[in-house]
């Protein structure tokens, strides 16, 4: 799925880059400031979630999750400084540990682990959801709905395997009044 997109947006982009560039304005230099900062101050608490779990399906969505915040911060990077926008100062990364030296009562469940990756996606897709409401320019625009069609490709991976180990939590059930239970 990852190639069909990317081949979408290959040509999307080929598409429309003879648009003119005007300057940022600030909705859309600000969106990626609070983007970038969002997904560098998230790659040191996925490495500490990293290092707390054993669970090999949590350990396989927290590296897909380094993986493509490190893609899309590389990116956005890039993109920031080509057009003059100041990189936030951002935490460090996050040496390796083993899961077996952190004591009990500081290391996260599975369950902590996958909420907090699922609400991450979440707060991810909107903010992509706003920016792509508020771009001018299609080259900033485009950038927008390939994050946020990764990050909800990666998203439907996670609640898939949420639910199927039992991490999802799911709100009471709402039944309209004079319903039948």
Same mark, same amino acid.
């Given at each position: 799925?990852?190639? @069909? ?21 600030? *909705? ?8 970038? %900062? ?13 290092? %707390? ?14 993986? &493509? ?6 990116? $956005?990077?890039?993109?920031?400084? @080509?057009? *003059?926008?100041? &990189?936030?100062? %951002? ?12 004591? $009990? ?14 609400? @991450? ?33 990666? *998203?439907?991976?996670?609640? %898939? ?21």
């Amino acid at each position: 799925m990852p190639n @069909k997109i990317e081949a979408l947006f290959d040509y999307l982009r080929t598409r429309f880059d003879s648009e003119p560039k005007s300057k940022l304005h600030i *909705g859309e230099a600000m969106g990626c400031w609070l983007y970038y %900062t969002a997904l560098a101050e998230e790659i040191p608490v996925l490495e500490i979630a990293l290092n %707390t779990t054993t669970d090999n399906v949590l350990i396989e969505l927290l590296k897909d999750a380094l993986k &493509l915040s490190n893609q899309q911060t590389t990116i $956005l990077e890039e993109f920031m400084l @080509k057009e *003059g926008i100041s &990189l936030p100062d %951002t935490s460090a990364h996050k040496p390796q540990t083993d899961s077996n030296s952190i004591p $009990l009562g500081v290391k996260s469940t599975d369950i902590e682990i996958a909420n907090l990756i699922s609400a @991450k996606v979440a707060s991810n897709i909107v903010m992509c959801s706003t920016n792509i409401s508020q771009s001018i320019r299609s080259d900033v625009g485009l950038m927008w709905i390939r994050f946020h069609s990764e990050k909800c490709v990666y *998203g439907m991976d996670v609640k %898939t395997k949420m639910r199927e180990h039992g991490w999802i939590k799911v709100p009471p059930y709402y039944y309209p009044p004079r319903s039948t239970k």
